[in-house]
């Protein structure tokens, strides 16, 4: 039963466009939401963050939103840039000991 | 300041085998987890260790077992390998034990393949 789930494997964005990817959780618990991104042959970058407290919250061109009532954040990241290219996962965790949840992930493309 | 290290990066190994695989996590955290990734999946969690003690458990089986150092570099141990530990092992470390609400550094990971 996947508590953590990104609907969309794949996504692909032009260059300089806004890049949206979205997750859902079921777990009411959780309470802390991180973004990782990964390329191949590295491990899981930390990205952003956000505390069930705050519903957005910004780092530069990332930008993470949180709607607890519908159980479901996202990541805004703009202007897309080639680099951004990779595969991004969601995680949650909450209070008490309780390890990371990940999605599956979403892969981003962004064409140049 | 150095990341998260994991020794080796690749191994191939045959069903029935034992691997050790090691991690030293960033300078001044006391926390290293491991997880589990296969193809197509999140990474999945294994273990979690804090000053020396397991403060975590998923749901692996007992073929499945680490531990910590003095010096918080820890080493997961898989016993009895199968076609289906076939992964990327990823080990992440933070500063404490809490695990929530703070924030897990990973490792480059160890690709395991079982042949």
């Known amino acids: 039963d996947q508590q953590v789930k990104q609907n969309s494997p794949s996504l692909s964005v032009q260059e300089g466009r806004i890049s949206i990817l979205n997750c859902d959780y079921t777990?009411?618990?959780?309470?802390?939401f991180l973004w990782y991104k990964k390329y191949p042959a590295e491990g899981p970058t930390f990205l952003i963050s956000?505390?069930?407290?705050?519903d957005k919250n910004e780092d530069g061109r990332f930008t993470v939103f949180l709607n607890k009532s519908a159980k479901h954040l996202s990541l805004h990241i703009v202007p897309s840039q080639p680099g951004d290219s990779a595969v991004y996962f969601c995680?949650?965790?909450?209070?008490?000991?309780?390890?990371?949840?990940f999605g599956k992930g979403t892969r981003l493309s962004v064409i140049a | 300041d150095a990341g998260v290290t994991q020794s080796p990066t690749h191994l191939i190994k045959t069903r029935g085998q034992h691997v050790t695989l090691r991690c030293s996590p960033i300078?001044?955290?006391?926390?290293v987890s491991w997880y589990q990734q296969v193809l197509g999946q999140g990474p999945q969690f294994i273990f979690q260790?804090?000053?020396?003690?397991?403060?975590g458990r998923g749901n692996f089986p007992d073929r499945f077992s680490a531990r910590q150092f003095p010096n918080y570099s820890s080493e997961l141990n898989v016993n009895a390998l199968l076609l289906g530990d076939s992964a990327l092992y990823l080990c992440?470390?933070?500063?404490?034990?809490?695990?929530?609400?703070?924030?897990?550094?990973f490792g480059p990971g160890t690709r395991l393949l079982v042949l």
């Open positions: 995680a949650a965790t909450h209070s008490g000991n309780t390890p990371l949840v």
């Open positions: 300078s001044g955290h006391k926390s």
């Open positions: 992440a470390s933070s500063r404490s034990g809490t695990l929530s609400q703070e924030t897990q550094y």
């Open positions: 956000i505390s069930s407290i705050k």
């Open positions: 260790y804090y000053e020396k003690e397991e403060r």
């Open positions: 777990n009411s618990m959780f309470d802390y």
